[in-house]
């Protein structure tokens, strides 16, 4: 030993301690910085101006991003109807129905999913899902339902592997005391075990949320951009992430503030459902 | 009327399984359609020359450098402080309302979006700190988006470390630290390898982080103040504007397949894990 | 004969949350010699060892009151150094924990720690430490394979080797046959009678004719106290209180 452990020792405990105070640090300096330039145009603009106001036009002092927001829950809500049914019925076949050898091969697999880079599922919306809507559906293509589709796949590995094992955390013996009471298999999932697994799901649909509303690079791909609420899931649509992507490289002045007043929008909602889906996890265990 | 639930039973098992492999099918066929689309256009040419004409001709080599330098850095940064959160949250401290607090910024940093990195670290190291759109600015906000990854499998690694090898360590008179570096560390490294390939991989598909900190300089970045960029913002801006499909599929399978292989091998890295002590 | 007294324990009282797991216990340890405490479960003597080597240390709410001095030097205040006193003080665990590393490794864990570089001196650390356990003769041709390749009995005398790697001068043992076949039990019986020339040794064991086999002096723990501590040969013979009776004839335990 060069010099004394108990020096050493204590040396050491405090550089660990730094360390993990680091992550506070971080997010504290996200918050501040974000904060520290969004909030001053609330002030300048008025609240009500910015969140409730329709128009954006930020080099004319127009700072309205309600349409963004309604459409940014639009994508959220319409991955949510696309990805959460097959996310769940995934999650179910994997616990209850899959082999052994299966499941192996299948978990890493979905799970992989989450590895594409959203620009290439924001590529491969524009090349095939893009012109499939415009020629069989409607519309120019770039629109709330291609968004929705495509988002949809990329939240289902969050919903899949939150709802795995929150299924997965349900005690054999519900399972066990359902089937011996003669219940079909489906029925004792059904009636049962999603009953018992209900928070664990739920917090997995609001954390697939939470990555929908926040995905940026996939959406201004395909969502068309456009600067009004959507009134039809084949209308273009701007949401607040897109709306931070497009600009933010060229903006100065109020133009710059007013793109960070939307990342303070959108870190509000986030840490929301942040907050809701631990919750729900943490009462699960 | 009511159905028989045998029947049902039987209807739901078919489409769950269908459901199942339609859910596998979308992976498979995204990966194949990057295969073959990209397949005719990547050769060792594209790979390791220069582009030109903003990327319309020639290959992506400042792309792949500039993608494997931010990533190498980042993960330098990131690992030291992410494995050493994660000891002192597990083997230097009890269950605290302190480390309640760490543990909710570590969760507050995981669900930060990755445009809303992007916006930090633009504001905070581009412009508060002159760091312009640089190397340097990328790796800093890498390195906290991909702290968060880190210190959880690493926590989880350490955890499933069986206690009493730390006991026998101890009663061998070793101190805390030495336990920690000679036997907790040792057993811990594949989970925590896993992390850090996890972290790799998504830091070499990340975009909204990278081009408002890194920038989107054709060029090979040469010093950390330099701008540059990675593969995911290059076939980001052949795709969007329209430059060249050729080369955007081209691009598109060298960060498909290396973000695959990279994952791939944190899976395994995984499973040696468990089995380790199973 | 006068004997010098290792370990001096005084008025010794452990509480555990709110249980008392030793009510105010007083026992000398003498020099080399082999010292068997035995008891039912329950009976404080592994909390008892724990204070010895201060690897009670690692349990949550403990609260320890009284006296244990090592040579005269009490281990109980906060100046002295933990790392120092498990040095001094080896432990043999019930269940053989190899560290998942070579046989080699296993045994030169310690010394490492001390500083020792040298790969001489390690090699002959190595072989020394594993004679004396008995076990060298079994493991000489393959040193460099995982620990977690050998047998039960060979795992525990390897942990018993990989003790006396940092020549402690003393040794607790916290029931270290009762997993094992008789064969090994009796090599590490052997191996103990001939280490406490150098060693004192303390084994913790509900085992009592291992106790009266192999042990020197022996005490008897009941719910925390302890009922009677003396020669291991009188305790077995004439023991005073009648709880000893009982226990060394089976009636209960």
Same mark, same amino acid.
């Given at each position: 030993m060069t010099n004394n452990p108990i020096r050493k020792e204590r040396f050491v405990k405090w550089v660990l301690v730094v360390f993990a105070l680091s992550s506070l640090l971080f997010l504290f300096l996200i918050f501040m910085f974000i904060f520290f330039e969004g909030l001053p145009l609330f002030h300048k603009v008025g609240l009500k101006n910015i969140i409730?106001?329709?128009?954006?036009?930020p080099t004319k002092g127009f700072f309205g991003i309600f349409p963004m927001i309604v459409s940014s829950f639009l994508v959220t809500f319409g991955a949510l109807v696309i990805g959460a049914p097959m996310g769940l019925s995934c999650a179910i076949y994997l616990s209850e129905y899959s082999g052994k050898k299966m499941k192996m091969f299948l978990k890493p697999a979905l799970e992989l999913l989450a590895g594409i880079p959203s620009v290439v599922y924001g590529f491969l919306g524009v090349v095939y899902i893009v012109p499939i809507v415009r020629d069989h559906?409607?519309?120019?293509?770039?629109?709330l339902l291609a968004t929705s589709i495509i988002l949809g796949i990329m939240i289902l590995p969050t919903i899949i592997s939150i709802s795995f094992d929150s299924i997965m955390s349900v005690p054999k013996t519900y399972r066990e005391g359902s089937l011996a009471m003669g219940a079909t298999k489906w029925q004792t999932i059904y009636k049962v075990i999603l009953p018992a697994a209900r928070s664990g799901i739920l917090a997995s649909f609001i954390l697939g949320m939470g990555r929908a509303i926040g995905e940026t690079m996939a959406v201004i791909m395909i969502a068309g951009n456009a600067l009004k609420i959507p009134s039809s899931i084949l209308d273009p649509l701007r949401t607040l992430t897109g709306n931070i992507a497009l600009e933010l490289a060229y903006a100065t002045g109020d133009h710059r503030l007013g793109l960070f007043s939307t990342g303070v929008v959108l870190l509000v909602i986030i840490m929301i459902l942040n907050y809701i889906a631990n919750f729900g996890i943490k009462r699960r265990t | 009327m009511r159905i028989n639930p045998r029947f049902t039973n039987k209807l739901v098992h078919i489409g769950l399984n269908l459901q199942a492999f339609f859910t596998v099918g979308i992976l498979v066929i995204i990966v194949a359609i990057i295969c073959f689309k990209g397949f005719p256009y990547v050769n060792f040419e594209f790979i390791f020359a220069y582009p030109q004409d903003m990327g319309r001709i020639g290959g992506i080599f400042p792309s792949i450098a500039g993608t494997i330098f931010l990533v190498l850095l980042s993960i330098l940064l990131a690992t030291p402080l992410g494995v050493g959160t994660a000891i002192f949250l597990t083997?230097?401290?009890?269950?605290?309302v302190f480390t309640k607090i760490i543990r909710f910024g570590v969760e507050s940093l995981a669900g930060i979006p990755s445009i809303l990195y992007g916006l930090f670290g633009f504001i905070f190291f581009v412009i508060k700190l002159k760091m312009g759109w640089s190397l340097l600015a990328g790796v800093l906000t890498i390195t906290i988006m991909i702290l968060p990854t880190i210190i959880r499998t690493s926590e989880e690694a350490i955890k499933a470390v069986p206690r009493n090898l730390r006991i026998v360590s101890y009663s061998l008179s070793a101190t805390k630290w030495e336990t920690v570096t000679k036997v907790v560390l040792p057993s811990a490294i594949p989970g925590i390898l896993t992390g850090i390939m996890l972290s790799v991989g998504r830091a070499v598909g990340e975009t909204a982080a990278v081009i408002f900190t890194?920038?989107?300089?054709l060029r090979l970045p040469t010093s950390l103040f330099d701008s540059g960029r990675t593969m995911a913002v290059h076939f980001y801006i052949l795709a969007r504007e329209g430059i060249s499909m050729e080369k955007a599929y081209g691009t598109a399978l060298v960060l498909v397949v290396s973000i695959l292989l990279i994952n791939i091998l944190a899976y395994y890295l995984m499973n040696k894990a468990i089995s380790r002590y199973s | 004969m006068i004997m010098d007294i290792k370990i001096a324990i005084r008025r010794l009282r452990v509480t555990f949350s709110k249980n008392e797991?030793?009510? %105010?216990v007083t026992v000398d340890v003498y020099k080399n010699t082999i010292t068997g405490f035995m008891g039912p479960? %329950?009976?404080?003597k592994s909390s008892l060892i724990s204070i010895i080597n201060r690897?009670?240390?690692?349990?949550?709410?403990v609260r320890i009151e009284g006296e244990v001095r090592i040579d005269g030097q009490s281990?109980?205040? %906060?100046?002295?150094?933990n790392v120092e006193l498990r040095r001094r003080v080896g432990t043999v665990f019930a269940v053989p924990i190899p560290l998942p590393r070579s046989i080699y490794e296993n045994i030169a864990y310690g010394p490492r720690l001390k500083g020792i570089g040298d790969r001489a001196t390690l090699h002959y650390i190595v072989e020394d430490s594993l004679k004396k356990a008995f076990l060298w003769d079994e493991v000489k041709d393959r040193?460099?394979?995982?620990? /977690?390749? /050998?047998?039960g009995g060979q795992q525990q005398r390897l942990c018993l080797a990989r003790t006396l790697a940092l020549k402690p001068e003393i040794i607790l043992l916290d029931e270290?046959?009762? %997993? /094992?076949?008789p064969i090994s039990t009796a090599k590490i019986e052997d191996a103990l009678s001939e280490l406490k020339k150098d060693i004192t040794i303390i084994l913790v064991s509900n085992n009592t004719k291992q106790i009266a086999r192999i042990t020197d002096f022996a005490a008897f723990f009941y719910l925390g106290e302890l009922i009677e501590y003396d020669a291991t040969e009188k305790l077995f013979t004439t023991p005073s209180m009648k709880k000893t009776e009982d226990y060394i004839q089976g009636k209960f335990g």
């Amino acid at each position: 030993m060069t010099n004394n452990p108990i020096r050493k020792e204590r040396f050491v405990k405090w550089v660990l301690v730094v360390f993990a105070l680091s992550s506070l640090l971080f997010l504290f300096l996200i918050f501040m910085f974000i904060f520290f330039e969004g909030l001053p145009l609330f002030h300048k603009v008025g609240l009500k101006n910015i969140i409730l106001g329709f128009k954006w036009a930020p080099t004319k002092g127009f700072f309205g991003i309600f349409p963004m927001i309604v459409s940014s829950f639009l994508v959220t809500f319409g991955a949510l109807v696309i990805g959460a049914p097959m996310g769940l019925s995934c999650a179910i076949y994997l616990s209850e129905y899959s082999g052994k050898k299966m499941k192996m091969f299948l978990k890493p697999a979905l799970e992989l999913l989450a590895g594409i880079p959203s620009v290439v599922y924001g590529f491969l919306g524009v090349v095939y899902i893009v012109p499939i809507v415009r020629d069989h559906i409607g519309g120019s293509g770039f629109s709330l339902l291609a968004t929705s589709i495509i988002l949809g796949i990329m939240i289902l590995p969050t919903i899949i592997s939150i709802s795995f094992d929150s299924i997965m955390s349900v005690p054999k013996t519900y399972r066990e005391g359902s089937l011996a009471m003669g219940a079909t298999k489906w029925q004792t999932i059904y009636k049962v075990i999603l009953p018992a697994a209900r928070s664990g799901i739920l917090a997995s649909f609001i954390l697939g949320m939470g990555r929908a509303i926040g995905e940026t690079m996939a959406v201004i791909m395909i969502a068309g951009n456009a600067l009004k609420i959507p009134s039809s899931i084949l209308d273009p649509l701007r949401t607040l992430t897109g709306n931070i992507a497009l600009e933010l490289a060229y903006a100065t002045g109020d133009h710059r503030l007013g793109l960070f007043s939307t990342g303070v929008v959108l870190l509000v909602i986030i840490m929301i459902l942040n907050y809701i889906a631990n919750f729900g996890i943490k009462r699960r265990t | 009327m009511r159905i028989n639930p045998r029947f049902t039973n039987k209807l739901v098992h078919i489409g769950l399984n269908l459901q199942a492999f339609f859910t596998v099918g979308i992976l498979v066929i995204i990966v194949a359609i990057i295969c073959f689309k990209g397949f005719p256009y990547v050769n060792f040419e594209f790979i390791f020359a220069y582009p030109q004409d903003m990327g319309r001709i020639g290959g992506i080599f400042p792309s792949i450098a500039g993608t494997i330098f931010l990533v190498l850095l980042s993960i330098l940064l990131a690992t030291p402080l992410g494995v050493g959160t994660a000891i002192f949250l597990t083997e230097y401290t009890k269950e605290s309302v302190f480390t309640k607090i760490i543990r909710f910024g570590v969760e507050s940093l995981a669900g930060i979006p990755s445009i809303l990195y992007g916006l930090f670290g633009f504001i905070f190291f581009v412009i508060k700190l002159k760091m312009g759109w640089s190397l340097l600015a990328g790796v800093l906000t890498i390195t906290i988006m991909i702290l968060p990854t880190i210190i959880r499998t690493s926590e989880e690694a350490i955890k499933a470390v069986p206690r009493n090898l730390r006991i026998v360590s101890y009663s061998l008179s070793a101190t805390k630290w030495e336990t920690v570096t000679k036997v907790v560390l040792p057993s811990a490294i594949p989970g925590i390898l896993t992390g850090i390939m996890l972290s790799v991989g998504r830091a070499v598909g990340e975009t909204a982080a990278v081009i408002f900190t890194m920038g989107s300089s054709l060029r090979l970045p040469t010093s950390l103040f330099d701008s540059g960029r990675t593969m995911a913002v290059h076939f980001y801006i052949l795709a969007r504007e329209g430059i060249s499909m050729e080369k955007a599929y081209g691009t598109a399978l060298v960060l498909v397949v290396s973000i695959l292989l990279i994952n791939i091998l944190a899976y395994y890295l995984m499973n040696k894990a468990i089995s380790r002590y199973s | 004969m006068i004997m010098d007294i290792k370990i001096a324990i005084r008025r010794l009282r452990v509480t555990f949350s709110k249980n008392e797991i030793l009510k %105010g216990v007083t026992v000398d340890v003498y020099k080399n010699t082999i010292t068997g405490f035995m008891g039912p479960s %329950g009976s404080g003597k592994s909390s008892l060892i724990s204070i010895i080597n201060r690897m009670i240390d690692f349990e949550d709410n403990v609260r320890i009151e009284g006296e244990v001095r090592i040579d005269g030097q009490s281990i109980l205040d %906060g100046g002295h150094d933990n790392v120092e006193l498990r040095r001094r003080v080896g432990t043999v665990f019930a269940v053989p924990i190899p560290l998942p590393r070579s046989i080699y490794e296993n045994i030169a864990y310690g010394p490492r720690l001390k500083g020792i570089g040298d790969r001489a001196t390690l090699h002959y650390i190595v072989e020394d430490s594993l004679k004396k356990a008995f076990l060298w003769d079994e493991v000489k041709d393959r040193l460099g394979i995982s620990a /977690l390749k /050998l047998s039960g009995g060979q795992q525990q005398r390897l942990c018993l080797a990989r003790t006396l790697a940092l020549k402690p001068e003393i040794i607790l043992l916290d029931e270290p046959c009762s %997993g /094992l076949d008789p064969i090994s039990t009796a090599k590490i019986e052997d191996a103990l009678s001939e280490l406490k020339k150098d060693i004192t040794i303390i084994l913790v064991s509900n085992n009592t004719k291992q106790i009266a086999r192999i042990t020197d002096f022996a005490a008897f723990f009941y719910l925390g106290e302890l009922i009677e501590y003396d020669a291991t040969e009188k305790l077995f013979t004439t023991p005073s209180m009648k709880k000893t009776e009982d226990y060394i004839q089976g009636k209960f335990g």
